[in-house]
Structures are given as structure tokens and as C-alpha cells.
């Protein structure tokens, strides 16, 4: 057997193991760890995966890393943690302190420079070290471009391609590889880069800024600033888009398929504490929001008009924004619209190999299937888990679980479920979930106040049965979207605010659909029957099983610890209440 083993390093670190055929699995450290968008060396994810699949490590012939540059993860810890610590590193010191208004200039870049360089020489050999460790050292290994990964997890992911029509490919994130933006032309087989936008020119970094700047964490606060958009005066918000935002990012009008601004998009923070003091936090959050949107629907126009081409498919964690996928989504010219599921850099792992094995190899690796691809267990394995906590918890096995737990959520019931293969991504698809009625506004309040304990502002999401979708949710059918996966919204329907009024945003009245098949997930599926039997609404309230700050529950152990530390009243493990 020859498998490929892909791997992720830094934030969110993140592997995927494939054979020549398939993606076999995909799993983030954070899922083993439990500390949300781990950076550590992803050893327990693959010791945990490999164990899954049932696959020795000597099997694995290739090893793919994400990203040419690698750097080991205390850069990544300075951006994520917390702010201070970016003071006391010596290179932005003396950059932000020393050099800053030379920031443009030859010496900045050659300190930059030579900075990455180091990065990188310490961070390839902290790679070598941790393979080593776990006696994966003496394995081929290739570097694959971090925009690649991107553009290829975007498209050969993609099980709707017709390969016989032409696609346009935009990636868009922080930075990785010193880009931060590509274009790409797929033809005939062929895919060909025709545009870059280098990393100083940053809209994921932009927007991370603003995050920052309003007081939430870079790098993995974006939705919430995304969130409280809607929220804002429009004509308090418009005031500062033209004030301060509208002209700092633009499109190159000597070049209509790239980016160029008057900041560095690295120094975004530096730049609102000197323009935005002042300004309210949603007021703020909206012009940012208006800008990204802006700027991207002209770019993708531009590339329209020069190309004519109806089928765009977008991968980098800027794409992680449902409020500008539904922007795209709605334009008249585009007929297919595919955005990479949780397309953050915990997708590169499945963009490697798709990029080795799909279009270096050439070979017929299928697209995804489905996202369910992380760890599983059996009834004698939950057992045996389960007897260990049987002084702090009383359970018993459920035959026909589903009659129950649809009952339960007719009741109002807040239920914790934990079934089947654990997903991939950010995003809960039903089996690391927390559910309940979405009729009952009530169950948002008690989901928010006893559980989650997010912030009042964000709305949560729905999963609905596939064939009453075009009942609740605009536009549905005007489209080719993948709206299985919470990755792109839609506009509510009179009728979504009435069944749906717990998973609604109550600003804007958008939804972010988990739109499910029976095909995809046939046990959630059939759950959702039962319910809609029981009340005439075709859908439930989906929130991922996890407590604030934590990631989603991967093991028995991390969905024990949940329960045991929130007001949740049920949890169901597989056939376990």
C-alpha cells in the first residue's frame, strides 16, 4: 500500500492522508490537543488518524508539506495569543520602533527578508527534528507552493467540476508564500497563474487587523467582526469607508486583476489607532465588511469581463466570510459558485495532494464525497471509554436513538450529539453538534447563556432537509453553490423566520445553511425526518459541540469534559444517552 501524508505547520496545524484513489481522513491538532487553531507539530493527529485508518506509518511513501516557507510556531504564537508579545520581538522593535518610516524602503525589506530567511532555516529544521521523532524522517519530501494548495483544494475538491468548461480559481488569505492573492485560468486540463498579489497587500490581513483593532483575536475572530457588521448605522459606517477605508486597499488600475495599497496591510492595527479612535466598534466592523466585499465583487467582474468565464471556484480563509460568498453567489453572470469548505490553512493539507496526485500525477484521485472525515468509534470502543466515568455519569444504550433524540428536540430540548465520523473544518455538520428546536427562540438564549457563552451579536445556524430548502432560503435554486457545508448564506424567507427564528440573524435575516441530503449524512438526515414528522419543520439548530474557546469535540474524553462543564441536560453518544 503507498499513501501520501500532507501536512500543515503552524496555525492550525492540520494533515490529510490519501492513496492514489481517495483522501482517506483529514484532522487537525487542535482536535487532539484541545487548544482551538493549534500550532503545535501535528504528531498526535497523525499517531490518532493512522490508528483510525488502521495504516502503519511505514506505509506512507511521500510526505507533502503545505507551504514552501515553514516556520516553526512561535511566530504564529505572537499573532494568536496575545498582543505584548509582539513587542518584545526584536525584528518588529526595531522595524515599528526604528525603521518605520522607512517601511517601503530597501533596508526594511532586507531586514524582512532576511527575517523569513531565518524563519525558514529554523523552521525546516524543526521540521526534520519532530519526523524524525515519530520516525518519519527518512520519507521523500516535497514542498507544494501555499497557494497552490489553496487553489487546489479549491477546485479538484470539487465534485460538480465539468472539467470540458473553463473555471477562474482566486485564492485570497493573510500571506503564505509572500502572496496573498492568485489568479488562475483553468483550460483544457491545464491550469495557468496569470496574477499575484504580494503579501504587504493583504485583505486577510486587513481584515485581521481590524479584528484586532476592535478588541477580538487575529486570526480566528474574523466571523465575529463579520457578524456585528450588520448591526451598524449605514451612514455612520459609509462615513468612515470613505474617510479612511474606501482608498487604503484598490485594484491596481494599471493591472485589473490585482491588489495594491497605501499601508502595509502588516501594520493595519498601527494604522487604526491613528485613524479610527473614536468610531464605534460596529460602525467600524461594517466599513471593513464593505471594503472586502467591494473590492472582491470588482475583481471578480473585472475578470468576467476580460474572460467571459461563468464558473468561479475560491479557496484561502478570506472565502471563510459567508456574508461575501453570498455577494458573489448573487451575481448574474456567475453559474457556478464553489467555495472550499472551511478553506482556512487547515484545507491545505487535501490541497497538497490534490496538486501532487491530481495535476503533477495526473492521476484519478476522486473529489470529496463528503466532509466526515475525521475519527470515529465503535460501540465496544465507547464502552470501554464510557465505563471509565461511570461513577460521574449514568447512561444506557438506546436502540432506535433517533426516535428518541427527535423527541427530546420537540420537547425543547438542548441535545449534545456525537456520532459517526467527526467533520472536517470549523464548521459543525451534525455529528460534533449541539442541537435544538429552531422555532424556539428561547433555545437560542439558552444555548448562548448556559453553553456557548458567545457573543450576543452572532447568530447561529441551521441544518435543512434538502428538499424544503427553496422554502426558506432566497435565490436557492438561481445558483450552483455548495450549500452542504456552512460556507456560503442566504437571504431568509418569510418563512425561515418563523421556523428558524433561533438560527437567523436577527440583523440582517440571512441564514448559514447546512442544506443536507440523504446521501451526505444518512443518519443525521433520518434524524431530521423524525423531527420534521413530529413538528412540521423540516431543520434543526446546528452549533458545533464545543465549549467558548475550546474546539470542536473530537474524542469521548473532550465531549464527557463539554457536557460535564455546561448546562447541557442530554448527550448522545452514538447509541449512548
Known sequence: ????????????????????????????????????????????????????????????????????????????????????????????????????????????????????QSLNKNGKLYLKEKLDNISLGRKKIKFINHHNCHMASAFFSNKSVNYNEKHIIITIDGAGDKESCTISIYKDGNIKKIESTPQITSLGNFYSGVTRFLGMKPLEHEYKVMGLAPYANEKYADEIYNKIFKDIIKIDPNNSFKFISKIDCFDTFDFLTKTCLGYRFDNIAAAAQKLLENLIMKLISNLYNEYKIKNFCFGGGVFMNVKLNMKIQEQAFIKNAYFMPSCGDESNPMGAIYYQKKYIEKNNIEPLENLYLGLSYNNNELDISLKKYAKKFSYRFEENINDYVAEKLKENKIIARFSGRGEFGARSLGNRAILANPSKIENFNKINNFIKSRDFWMPFAPTILYEYAHLYLKNFNKVNTNSDCMITAFEGLDLAKKDFVAAIHSSDNTLRPQVIKKETNKNYYNLIKKFHKLTGIPGLLNTSFNLHGYPMVSNVEQALYAFENSDLEYLIIENYI
Open 1 to 116: 500500500m503507498s499513501l501520501t501524508l500532507a501536512i500543515q505547520l503552524g496555525h492550525n496545524s492540520t494533515i490529510a492522508i490519501s492513496n492514489d484513489l481517495k483522501i482517506l481522513g483529514s484532522l487537525s491538532q487542535e482536535k487532539i490537543d484541545n487548544i482551538k487553531n493549534s500550532s503545535s507539530f501535528p504528531d498526535g493527529a497523525i499517531e490518532n488518524l493512522c490508528s483510525y485508518l488502521d495504516i502503519s506509518k511505514s506505509d506512507i511513501t511521500e510526505i507533502l508539506i503545505c507551504g514552501e516557507q515553514i516556520y516553526p510556531p512561535n511566530p504564529y504564537d505572537y499573532k494568536i495569543i496575545n498582543n505584548k508579545t509582539v513587542d518584545k520581538n526584536f525584528f518588529i522593535f526595531i522595524s515599528k520602533k526604528l525603521l518605520k518610516q522607512f517601511k517601503f524602503n530597501k533596508i526594511y525589506e532586507i531586514l524582512r527578508n532576511y527575517r523569513q
